[in-house]
């Protein structure tokens, strides 16, 4: 199964394209690029998927699944990374599942990272406000309570009693809170999403039919909403 994969829900933009079966000749076991975007992630991610996809000699039509990361995160980045991969979904019938940031993030840890080998995993994201977005996980990668915005003096009574790992994006406030409420917390280096990790995960979602639809995932309700005023009245000219 080839896969193509990219993530624009924080800071890094990331794309990468391989295939999780048994391969074929010609076909590279794995192309990836990453770079830093605080903003721009719509300019810099087409150009950064054409490159992957002429680095790995593959045409958009062999591709088998489009994933991408569908939060939470930034608002612009996560609207941008799904408007691009349904566009390319529409065009070349390809199916597109999301994952949401937590999976891919605590995916990431066992991939790239010192893994969580025996403390409960807190994947925790940076909100842009005053709380934390966080979801626990076992050592073995499972989510073990949904996720949520909380704020870093409760995060310690939120996550399960014994030492914690903590990664993502909002890793350091949390493990200051968790350390200041008495908890042991052990800071792993993952900030970002490994786009290698996210096609593993989206591959394995895809073949047992627990992807997600690729619509953005939000944990709190936006800030701006309809006006509560009446619509305005047209008079005939």
């Known amino acids: 199964?080839?896969?193509l994969a990219f993530d624009t829900s924080g800071t890094?933009?990331?794309v990468a394209v391989a295939d999780v079966g048994h391969g074929e000749p010609g076909i590279a076991p794995g192309i990836a690029q990453s770079r830093e975007v605080v903003r721009g992630h719509a300019e810099a991610l087409m150009p950064m998927v054409a490159d992957v996809m002429a680095e790995a000699g593959l045409r958009f039509d062999a591709l088998d699944l489009i994933a991408?990361?569908?939060?939470p995160g930034l608002f612009t980045g996560l609207r941008a990374g799904i408007a691009a991969a349904r566009g390319l979904a529409l065009a070349t019938?390809?199916?597109?599942?999301?994952v949401s940031a937590f999976a891919a993030l605590a995916a990431t840890c066992r991939r790239d990272g010192p893994s969580a080998d025996v403390e409960t995993l807190?994947?925790?994201i940076d909100s842009r406000r005053a709380d934390i977005f966080v979801q626990a996980f076992d050592?073995?990668?499972?989510?073990?309570?949904?996720?949520?915005a909380v704020l870093p003096s409760a995060l310690a009574q939120r996550l399960p009693a014994?030492?914690?790992?903590v990664a993502g994006s909002a890793a350091d406030p949390a493990q200051h809170a968790l350390i200041a409420a008495g908890r042991t917390a052990r800071l792993l280096p993952v900030r970002s999403v490994c786009p290698r990790a996210l096609i593993r995960l989206a591959a394995a979602a895809w073949q047992n039919d627990s992807a997600l639809p690729p619509q953005p995932l939000y944990l709190r309700e936006p800030d701006t909403g309809p006006s509560a005023d009446a619509a305005p009245t047209c008079r005939p000219l």
Do not use: E, H, L
Not at 139 to 148: E, Q
Not at 162 to 165: D, I, L, N, R, W
């Open 93 to 98: 019938g390809v199916p597109c599942v999301g």
């Open 162 to 165: 014994g030492p914690v790992a």
């Open 122 to 124: 807190a994947v925790c």
């Open 139 to 148: 050592p073995a990668g499972t989510a073990i309570d949904a996720a949520a």
């Open 1 to 3: 199964m080839i896969v």
């Open 68 to 71: 991408v990361t569908v939060g």
């Open 12 to 14: 890094a933009c990331s």
